[in-house]
């Protein structure tokens, strides 16, 4: 009699990981993609409510793509398959999604990494921190750009992304110059990703970015946002 592998995923494990460092990973191995698609959207409605990706999508496969057919205001149209950089998703839209829920269905061959980034790990002084919550950049988003700061009030999240954030002024240029420093002196954490994990980001603590990523490399992560 044939053995079959019977892989048994747990998506109401508790998610302690995700309040203290500000992100969990979810190990299933030999889960094929329509399975983990499934608890991804399991661990998502635990989370909150799922809010709509830039192409309108409640639930998305993101691929690395060339800079040639990428979305016009993503990150790719600038990066293409170089290093994609650390950003807060959904940074153009006045309050960033609480959540970003990630599902490898195939890690792809050369197979890029997930940087992950506590904004808090960056060691703000008291003045930087108050010059990312009051100073003012334009958050780039065609007809419905508006201004905002980099930190909400009170710290609630930052928001980073250097495809869409531009400095009004001279201190919008050294907020978002401090930003940049800091991450480029900072030691990221990188997840290597296999078929069937899941990762959920703390978006509002945790930047994300990707290592670099080689055409046609089969790389595809199923995406889910969520408000709470
Ligand atoms: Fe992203």
Partial sequence: MAAHKIAVSDTGQ?????AERGWFLHCSEGMDSDATVKDLGKFGDRLGTRVAGRAGALEEVIEPHGADNAHPRSLSVRYGLDALPFHTELSHRTRPCRYLLL???DPGSPAAATMLLDWRTLGFSSEELDLLEGTPVLVRSGRRSFYS????PGGAFLRYDP????????????ALALIEDRIAAASPQA???RQGDILIIDNWRVLHGRSPSGPGSGRR???ILIDA
């Fill in 103 to 105: 599902g490898c269905i």
């Fill in 14 to 18: 508790p998610l302690g990981p995700l």
């Fill in 191 to 193: 997840h290597h990703w």
């Fill in 221 to 223: 992560l199923a995406r």
């Fill in 149 to 152: 700061t980099i930190l909400a």
């Fill in 163 to 174: 495809g869409c954030l531009e400095a009004v002024d001279q201190r919008g240029r050294m």
